[in-house]
């Protein structure tokens, strides 16, 4: 039992350590350049939380004076802590609306401007995390964005936001406008009665406690639940992009059960929140009900007893009872808290994430010559203890066509990945032209290297734009003549807006063909020295695979050129054939030299052309 209850001692420090580092950090690196704007803030709540201790002040006043059966006799004392004022009883009457007028619109004004500058300066601190994790995404490792569905980081920008924005937002207007409200009601307290005060605060301590082991509980639910929220994403997405594959087998049913399980258990998880947020209500209830029950006691038996007025018991209990709305407030407001630092723990984990690909110091651009592509003793891995590719020796010549071959998983569309630094080998070297593209910068090396994919990525924007991605700020008539060296020129001018037509989503917008040939238009755009070709046509049909080829031997003409080929007309033109099997080149040669042995590569060439002529198998 003592080990358990040290446990969760230790639990509990660690947590109000964590969430302090939080904080100070949100602070130091997103709310403390607008120090001046919270400055301005911090005072109008001041001027707020004054306005609100005067209520309680002018209360009694304006209750002594209408109670003041002697006329013009006992002066009406009002003491404002800096400066007492003695008024006679006509003149607390006449006084009285005035006052009130006065402070309520003093108070509106300051509301009005608080809120404004806190939206600003909250909008603001969101808008620039946000472009800050968007923009360490997008410079992140793909090993490190490959442990996250796509769907599940982009509901970072959203839910987890939601409740940093929040916390934001109620830290401004209600944490610094509730203290300062609480300060000022307490001062108006002890002005009335100095003991009456001591004994409304006896009652806070007990509650306090219990509140705080609410906060924690929130914040460990809200963690789990925002990672199942996450989760979830992820699995509604990737469902939705699979509908085809779903609905031709028939997993209607096990999507639905997998998701409903996902459903059932952030269900689970906010249920638990709502459910220890519902106990702060009735324990702040019962805090200030028993604070309202002890005053209501000793003041009147003060009063009953001739040393206290009833003036001093209604301004007391009017500062007590506008006292416990912001108490409540700040006892909702723990739960956000907790909620937020969740939230922020989860964005600043991967903040702090440092992408391994990056510039090392000194890095040097690549200066390419002819393009040539050595890999020394090169080995990979994905995961420990699962080569991908292994020692790996291989010259690409430059300005010559080199194919690789292999059974699916053999390792080629690794060896690719290397070469621009999409991974980094563990073991061995890549260079080109003699410089180890480790130690030249990234944007040199990218700027080198043009890439043609199967899997062809289009963003939501016009054809142009989408060619123009190629080489910034190139013309228009550079992405023209691009688009005919690709054989897309013909089919875009087609379309009602031609080059202005938006492509959709991915390119939903176009055919699989139309898709590939603009890609290959972005690469004649790039005009890069090294082209790596990773099967760009094997999802076309025949008429669309002859268009691309003419296209693709274009621009392979003179450039260094990598290319996964499954095609016997590619595979036949290169000028070397590299044939991988289990991570290692077990064969190398040309089309003819290889096709006349009895290797792998002959083996793959007979089952090809003993098939449907089309393409050699996992090639």
Same mark, same amino acid.
């Given at each position: ?289 028993? =604070?309202?029950? !002890? @005053? ?7 009063? /009953?007893? *001739? +040393? $206290?007025?009833? #003036? ?78 292994? =020692?790996?020796? !291989? @010259? ?7 194919? /690789?071959? *292999? +059974? $699916?998983?053999? #390792? ?93 989503? *991915? ?113």
């Amino acid at each position: 039992m003592k080990l358990e209850l040290l446990r969760e001692a230790k639990a509990a420090a660690w947590a109000e350590g964590d969430t302090r580092a939080l904080v100070l950090r949100l602070w130091r690196e997103w709310l403390g350049p607008h120090r001046g704007t919270l400055a301005l803030i911090l005072a109008l709540t001041v001027v707020i939380a004054c306005t609100t201790g005067l209520y309680p002040i002018l209360i009694k006043a304006a209750f002594e004076a209408f109670t003041n059966r002697s006329g013009t006799g006992a002066p009406i004392k009002i003491n404002l802590i800096v400066r007492r004022f003695v008024l006679d009883r006509e003149s607390a009457i006449l006084l009285a609306p005035v006052f009130v007028v006065v402070v309520t619109t003093i108070k509106g004004f300051a509301l009005y401007a608080t809120t404004v500058l806190t939206n600003r300066v909250v909008t603001r601190v969101e808008a620039d995390m946000q472009s800050a994790l968007y923009a360490h995404l997008i410079d992140a490792d793909l090993a490190q964005l490959g442990r996250e569905s796509a769907a599940s980081l982009t509901q970072r920008f959203t839910t987890d936001f939601a409740f940093i924005r929040e916390a934001l937002t109620r830290l401004s207007t209600v944490f610094l406008r509730e203290i300062a409200t609480v300060t000022a009601l307490v001062v108006a307290m002890i002005a009335i009665d100095p003991v009456l005060t001591l004994i409304a605060a006896v009652a806070a301590p007990f509650f306090a406690r219990p509140v705080a082991r609410i906060g924690k509980k929130l914040r460990r639910n809200a963690s789990s639940s925002q990672e199942q929220i996450g989760r979830m994403a992820g699995l509604v997405s990737e469902s939705l992009a699979g509908a085809r594959i779903a609905k031709t087998f028939g997993l209607e049913a096990y999507l639905k059960e997998r998701t409903r399980s996902t459903f059932e258990e952030i269900r689970r998880l906010k249920m638990k929140s709502a459910n220890a947020r519902a106990r702060l209500d009735p324990l702040l209830e019962a805090g200030g009900g028993i =604070a309202v029950a !002890l @005053v209501l006691s000793f003041i009147g038996w003060r009063i /009953l007893d *001739g +040393r $206290s007025t009833v #003036g001093d018991f209604a301004g007391f209990i009017t500062a007590l009872i506008m006292a416990a709305q912001p108490v409540r407030a700040l006892g909702n407001l723990n739960a956000i808290l907790q909620e937020a630092a969740a939230a922020l723990k989860r964005y600043f984990a991967i903040l702090d994430e440092e992408p391994e690909i990056r510039n090392r110091p000194n890095a040097k651009p690549l200066a390419v010559r002819g393009g040539e592509i050595r890999f020394e003793k090169v080995s990979f891995a994905y995961r420990e203890g699962q080569a991908a590719v292994e =020692a790996i020796d !291989l @010259v690409v010549p430059a300005g010559r066509t080199t194919a /690789l071959v *292999g +059974r $699916s998983g053999s #390792g080629k569309s690794t060896l690719l990945s290397l070469v621009p630094r999409l991974y980094d080998p563990s073991a061995g070297r890549v260079l080109i032209d003699g410089q180890d593209v480790r130690d030249v910068t990234l944007e040199s090396l990218r700027a080198a290297v043009a890439v043609v994919s199967q899997d062809v990525v289009l963003f939501d924007d016009t054809l142009r734009a989408n060619i123009g991605f190629g080489r910034a700020g190139a013309s228009e008539a550079e992405v023209v003549a691009a688009a005919r060296a690709a054989a897309a020129h013909d089919f875009i001018m087609a379309l009602p807006d031609g080059y202005d037509t938006r492509v959709g989503p *991915g390119g939903a917008g176009l055919s699989g063909g139309e898709r590939q040939r603009v890609s290959l238009a972005r690469a004649f755009l790039k005009n890069a020295p090294i082209l790596l070709l990773d099967e760009p046509t094997s999802a076309l049909d025949a008429e669309a695979e002859m268009q691309v080829q003419e296209a693709l031997q274009h621009l392979m003409r003179g450039r260094t050129t990598l290319v996964i080929a499954h095609r016997l007309s590619t595979i036949r033109d290169a000028d070397l054939i590299v044939v991988m099997d289990g991570g290692r080149i077990v064969e190398t040669g040309t089309h003819g030299a290889l096709g006349a042995g009895s290797g792998i590569y002959a083996r793959l060439q007979r089952l090809q052309l003993s098939g449907d002529g089309l393409a050699i198998p996992g090639g």
